[in-house]
């Protein structure tokens, strides 16, 4: 236990001096602290379920508070809490089953999960996936009967296990905690598989001999690009610089290794060139519940552009960047006000910041925002590692990655300060 | 996004080596040993004071963290017991990979004998940071560490990296914005050497002097009055032993890096290290507080911005920038609070006026009263009803200490303010009979003692005082300054000898001289007309190609066509005064044939009649001054520039009525060509006549 609350501490640190930078990155490193948090809670007797998302949540709180601009985190943690729901009703309706199939062998059932407990865990949990969503057309189709069923015994199952079952139940608790971290090291996997899952779909949407416009620079979209240029798609690529971090500086150099034909323009003669471009491709850094983006300060503009001489304005984001919040929802912090330093020498204009004199206020007010909200409107596809999107479909992959339930976590650490 | 990372490893990738051997440590001086924040300080350490609703000591704390310091020295001096409680209490004591460890001491008294104690403690290694806790920055320590280190390897003596950021000076107060002197530094670019240190110029005199050898030993010295010295240094242990072999070492600036650099001792060096992009200041009086302050809330210390570092969700940077926080402030109705610091517990009741004061916890505002600019309240002082507090002073609970030290840096801090705290017991303890003694100073139910400001000190209480500098006194500054300016034109002549270093190191700059540059350009544009003109006649040039060369020189000296026709007629007549002859006839068919020969030159410069009539009135300048043979010719050579129509009638009778109302002593030129001018009115007449 002290070591995983050393190993919070140093990632709360690092979460708040912003010295973990990127989405990805910040996600996975997420998710791996969770496990461990997993690993080390201790189970109670009943309720282990209760008990570990109680301390995943707590943990939870505490990443969300330290970088709340960092959506990813917030994401993961709830996409943890979501595992283990689902792992923990997969096993209460798995039980229910075997209860009714074999009720007077115990044993048996045990063993028999346990040869093949993958298969079954993740067969359950698809189907009761179906139960924490509203009903859609597809679910309605595919499995009427068992919907109907499995949301009675999810809510009671636990509990009346628990008592009547004590054996069964040490077997369950070290299963659930088993099971839980299979599947958060599944997220793990996607989590840094998805730029490569992502990037295998590059050859679908880019053609030959287009003309493709990206603004700063995104590892996803360079990625996504190099993959095309792989399998010998010929396309040329505008870079907007992306002041005033000027990382699209970074990104045609690296494109031009590549061997990529490359040009170079400033943000501001976006709206010049697009229309010679078939293509808008951008990285995100959130994508929110309604199909907006949260995304570099100026892709508002680039999109704006792009829809003004009907050009397709891709987004390329992993699920993890997937938020189910949506983007007027109180707690959600659009943006983070970095240094103005980026913009100006703080030297060369010291005389116009001074305090000293005058009203007490310098003129000279600098402002440097990091992020651009795109509406959903302007987006016409996502691109993640499932495949590609509408705007409007978003909340519908939303209802597969996070249950109802935690969607509040946030609320909840406002007022409860 | 992916590519944000490369920023942060960059960040976080120190040279391992160079960390294994000696992790990096940082003296902390948790005390600034001076009096500028009293009589806050008197009650509670200075780095403990909230900026923007933090502790100071937290904004340098948490720069030394992510700087990649991994122990620091936290010495306490004044109130050691409030910081030692504080630093036990908050989340630096639990920092993996930092420490924080406090050395407590009640006899300092000035960062010298600080850093003598730590030294004998025997506790710092090998390089380290010295910094005060009131100091806020987001530099990164990695390139300065590394120059030192390199330095260091191929000079021993190099034994301080001193951090400077460009901050230009205001010209009007000759402070900085941060409400410090102007600071003056020799650097040597090549090497980035500090050759020479002042932070107290004296501006009356309006230069500052440099040692000779200065110069001489250096291949080029850039004299800077536009840094600002951010306070962070980073030494090597001999700056220890320096203090302790040099006991009567007190103040880090005007002792130490004075004394090395003016001393010369062992040859040690002292370097300075420029950071551009990142910030870095240090909180030495209010005016600094409120500048800081503002900085802050600009975000010009990011990722030190409040919302970063105050864990907890107490402040948050909401929608559009502005911040909120929870105070427990109670404010009543028809409050106007205007660039005013409050701290916690505030009441301010009904109707008060609040306008660029500092108050501290715990003050309560009766209705009505009012705060003028500038004001500073302690804790717990009440204004009474419809009080009026007036502009700069400052009120606390505790009496003024009489002052024993003249020299307001070398404060006896411990002394004073153990004191301070005694008696601050004791009067909370009998405030009650008590209040009515007090009561008249700060109007009825008021408590407190507003502090007398010391002869001499209230012209200068504006300048470091929270609120900004009054308009009135910078007209009269400006005022001050353009009468100093004068003063210097007058000496103008004397100093420019040495041109180019008087308009570096002089912080009044190059512009005071403009008037008297603008003399020397027209002697000097005379000179250079009148060699192009000797040059056209020795050299038989063609009129034209003397137009145009004259025109040149014209645009390159910046001067207007009527400079010309006086500089070409001067030209002319000094070479007729010049070239041989023995009688006034003589020089009169000189001066003919000259002017016959170049009419064609002078008259393309002759435009208009103003030009025509400063032609004469050159002419009249040179029979007084250099020329006076011409004196007797005046009305001849006048009646030759008519006949060969340079002057035109008009001009020379306008140049006549202009002169009517001249001194007698003046009018010596008119009287002698009066014949000629009347002569002149009659043609005219006649003419008229004629038309009739």
Known sequence: MPDTQALVNDFLNKLKKRKIEGSQATAKQTAELLRSVISQTRMPYTNQASALIHSVKAVGERLIAANPVELAVGNVVRRVLHIIREEDLSLTTAAMAGLNLSAESDDEDDTDRDNHPALSAAAIAAASRSTLRPPSLQTLLEDVPDSAAVPHTSSSGGDSEGKSKSADKSSRSRKLKHDVIEAVNELIQDISTCRELIAEQAVEHIHQNEVILTLGSSRTVLEFLCAAKEKKRSFRVFVAEGAPRYQGHLLAKELVTRGLQTTLITDSAVFAMISRVNMVIVGAHAVMANGGVIAPVGLNMVALAAQKHAVPFVVLAGSHKLCPLYPHHPEVLLNELRSPSELLDFGEFSDCLDFGSGIGAPLLHVVNPTFDYVPPKLVSLFITDTGGHNPSYMYRLIADYYSADDLVLERRTASGN | ?692
């Open chain 2, 1 to 692: 996004m992916g590519a944000q990372k490369k920023g942060a490893t960059a960040r976080v990738s120190e040279d391992p080596e160079e960390l294994a051997r000696h992790p990096l440590q940082a003296i902390l001086l948790a005390d600034s040993f001076t009096t500028k924040f009293r009589p806050i300080t008197l009650e509670r350490p200075k780095v403990l004071l909230p900026l923007v609703n933090i502790p100071m000591i937290n904004y340098t704390l948490a720069w030394l963290e992510s700087a990649g310091v991994e122990e620091v020295f936290v010495f306490c001096c004044a109130h050691s017991k409030q910081v030692i409680d504080y630093l036990e209490s908050s989340e630096w004591s639990s920092q993996p990979n930092f420490s924080v460890t406090t050395i407590e001491s009640h006899n300092s008294i000035s960062a010298g004998d600080a850093l003598r104690l730590i030294y004998e403690r025997n506790v710092i290694h090998g390089d380290f940071v010295l910094i005060s806790g009131d100091t806020v920055s987001n530099m990164s320590l990695t390139q300065a560490l590394q120059e030192h280190k390199d330095r260091r390897k191929k000079d021993a003596n190099a034994i301080m990296t001193m951090v400077v950021k460009q901050s230009k000076p205001s010209p009007i107060t000759q402070q900085s914005r941060l409400g410090t002197d102007e600071l003056f530094m020799a650097i040597n670019p090549v090497t980035k050497q500090l050759l020479y240190y002042e932070d107290k110029a004296e501006y009356s005199k309006g230069f500052i002097s440099l040692d000779k050898t200065l110069i001489a030993d250096n291949p080029s010295v850039i004299l800077h009055n536009d840094k600002q010295d951010c306070y962070i240094d980073i030494c090597s242990q001999e700056v220890l032993s320096l203090f302790t072999d040099n006991f009567d070492y007190q103040h880090l600036r005007r002792h130490f890096v004075k004394g090395l650099l003016v001393d010369d001792i062992m040859g040690y060096k002292i370097f300075t290290h420029e950071i551009h992009s990142s910030y870095a200041a240090r909180i030495d009086n209010f005016r600094s507080y409120d500048t800081i302050s503002k900085d802050i809330i600009q975000r010009w210390t990011y990722p030190f911005v409040p919302d970063v570092l105050c864990g907890s969700s107490a402040i948050k940077v909401e929608r559009q920038g502005t911040y909120r926080a929870s105070e427990r402030c109670t404010i009543g109705s028809n409050v106007t609070i205007e660039g005013s610091y409050i701290w916690n517990n505030v009441t301010i009741e009904d109707g008060c006026q609040l306008r660029n004061a500092i108050v501290c916890d715990g003050v309560i505002l009766k209705s009505g009263a009012v705060l003028q600019p500038g004001v500073i309240l302690s804790f717990k002082v009440v204004v009474g009803q419809q009080f009026v507090v007036p502009a700069y002073s400052k009120v606390s609970l505790l009496q003024q200490p009489t002052q024993q030290d003249s020299d307001e840096e070398l404060e006896y801090a411990d002394s004073t303010s153990g004191t301070g705290e005694l008696r601050s017991d004791k009067l909370n303890g009998d405030i009650a009979p008590d209040l009515s003694e007090i009561a008249s100073e700060l109007g009825t139910g008021g408590v407190g003692y507003i502090w007398k400001v010391f002869e001499g000190a209230y012209d200068e209480e504006w300048r470091h005082s929270v609120a900004p500098i009054p308009t009135d006194k910078l007209v009269k500054l400006m005022l001050d300054r353009d009468e100093d300016e004068e003063l210097l034109t007058q000496d103008g002549n004397i100093i420019s000898a040495s041109g180019e270093l008087k308009t570096d190191s002089d912080g009044n700059g190059s512009e005071d001289d403009d008037n008297e540059d603008s003399r020397d350009d027209y002697v000097s544009f005379e000179k250079e007309v009148e060699a192009t003109f000797l040059r056209a006649v020795h050299e038989n040039v063609k009129v034209d190609l003397a137009v145009l060369e004259v025109n040149a020189l014209r645009l390159s000296y910046n001067m207007a066509s009527v400079d010309c026709g006086g500089a070409i007629f001067y030209s002319m007549m000094k070479l007729a005064v010049e070239s041989p002859h023995n009688s006034a006839s003589e020089l009169h068919r000189n001066a003919a044939d000259i002017v016959t020969t170049w009419q064609k030159l002078l008259k393309s410069f002759l435009h208009d009649i103003d030009e025509e009539i400063e032609v004469i009135l050159k002419f009249e300048e040179m029979c007084l001054e250099s020329a006076k043979e011409f004196a007797a010719l005046f009305p001849q050579i006048l009646h030759l520039l008519y006949d060969k129509e340079i002057l035109q009638e008009d001009a020379i009778l306008r140049w006549a009525d202009e002169k009517e109302g001249a001194d007698e002593s003046d009018k010596v030129f008119l009287k002698r060509s009066e014949k000629f001018i009347q002569w002149l009115r009659e043609a005219e007449e006649e003419e008229e006549e004629e038309d009739e």
